[in-house]
């Protein structure tokens, strides 16, 4: 089915709009909020980010481990530009983050699809290819994942929030385009901007790591496809590894979790924090960890020996998690959700188990809002949309990429594309 016509005309001037688009969209949060918009968690954030820039004092305990976005913070604060400053950053950064996000888009779709029948065996990168169907494919998968990006309601207003969710949802797309940007030339520098992104993830939130688990997945996707030999020797090196750096990673995750009272809200059956809405109730009473026990022992130790509640618990929390149906949630919201994201999953999912696109690209893009839902599991949700939106954008690009193989090039040219 091909665009309306006055759709195709505008179609050569389409990253113009949506460079209009996400401006308006900018426009329109600052507008609503009335600027800089402070809740309840801006405050420790700002008074973290003072003691830096005033003083150079990083205080220890829980905010540590947001560290990036104090950080972050306190660079406008020492400029002087106060929340103004620190609001224009995030929308700055996220700008870039929408630009990268068109551009990783169409790497991952020009150059990914299986070749079209009659076609040579191999199809080149985008900027590279002479098929215009890939072309068109690609540009409307770009388009298609940007617009979503840009007009989704739960993404573009952290933009305006004084949180860490907008620079992390940024630095999660950065992170994607510095990996496309990879496949296509792997420089050194190209490796360092890879490399810094998921650093920078990893320090804005206490579950940052999800990005670089993603870029681990890909890589292991990509060593999957190289000669036998090579994927022997790899894996043992990898395997050594895994070895020598997990008593690290124990440390690690210990000290993320140390601040964070899972078995309160695991006692408490929250499904969203400190809310007692769709609480699980137990059958019985708890059997709980013994004094002393570590952070991650307690959580392995309340699974195991509470197993039937921990499922329906960490089932609830995925529910709350993805389906977008929470129950303070207006009914506009709820049916929105409904309407978009839902058929979004099932898009992202086919598209997610195709062989023709890049197999390292579209693994990152199925693993982080996996493991983002996994970590939300085994903690708790929050009430707003605040865990599920910096991961959407993976979402998009999935669900785009696959409407635009089938639909992409006849809808631009306004007619179904031949010989496929």
Known sequence: MPFPA?????????????AALWALAQAYWLWKFRGPHFVNDSARYLLYAQDIAGRGYFEPGHNRRYILYPLFQSFWLWLGTGRWGIVAGQVALSGLAT?????????????GWPPLKNRPLTTPPIHQSTNPTTRQSAEAA?????????????IQQFNAYLLTESVFSSLSVLSFAALLRLRARPTAGRWAALLAGLALAALARPNGFVVALAAAAAGLAALAQQPRRQRRRAGLALALLAVLLAPLAWQLLNYQLETFYLMDTYQRGELVFRSPLWAV???????????????????????????GFFIRLMLGKLWVFASGLKPHYSLAHRALNVAVLWPAYWLAARAATRPGLWRPGRVFLA????????????TVDDWDVRFVAPVLFAVFVLAASGLARRWGGGMIKGGHRGGN
């Not at 630009?99 to 150059?111: D, E, S």
């Not at 009473?285 to 699974?303: E, M």
């Not at 693993?367 to 085994?378: E, G, R, T």
């Open 6 to 18: 006055f759709l195709r005309r505008l179609w050569p001037h389409h990253r113009l709009l949506l």
């Open 281 to 307: 109730r137990p059958a019985g009473a708890f059997v709980l960890p013994p004094p002393g026990t570590g952070p991650v022992a307690r959580v392995l130790y309340f699974a195991a020996h509470n197993p």
């Open 142 to 154: 770009a388009a298609g994942a940007t617009a979503l990006f840009v007009l989704w309601p739960d």
């Open 367 to 378: 693993a982080l809002p996996l493991l983002q839902a996994a970590v939300v599991m085994l």
């Open 99 to 111: 630009r990268a996000l068109y551009g990783a888009t169409r790497r991952l779709v020009g150059g």
